[in-house]
């Protein structure tokens, strides 16, 4: 299912995060849950990966991560501000120490001039003492639907060893 790329990523991802003995949460919507199943396709994996949480509608975006409606309504579900809600709902519901978030528009439908086919935006979340650290970025990817989901989860997986280092 996943590219060899993309496995050799997420068994770094799992070696790091067993040595920093620090567990992860994935808050999914376009990606569909590819992160985490990336994630758990790695022997060992259960050490590090405490959930994933897929919220592909604008309403459970908000019931399961607690994303504020007005949010979506202002800033659109495909925003840097609903990635942030995201990442940190997904920190607030779990034990989890980081947290990423993917939210965008695979395709092909759903795009416009100012987020066009293949916008994602990704945060990711870390618990640092009392406090959560939200990182925030956005790419575009080019090609058909399963070029972004498979973009977007090498990009995900990414994040999670670069907040590491």
Known sequence: MFNNKIKETAETVVKKYKKAKKKIVTAESCTGG???????????????????????????KTYLLGVDQEVIQEHGAVSEDCAAYMAMGALEFTEADVSVAVTGIAGPDGGSDEKPVGTVWF???????????????KYVYEGDRDAVRMGAVETALNLLNEILE
């Open 34 to 60: 590819l992160v985490g199943g990336a994630i758990t396709s790695v022997a060992g994996s259960s050490s590090v990966f405490e959930a994933g949480i897929v919220t592909y509608s604008n309403d459970t």
């Open 123 to 137: 945060a990711v979340g870390v618990v640092n003492g009392d406090d959560v650290d939200i990182h925030t970025g």
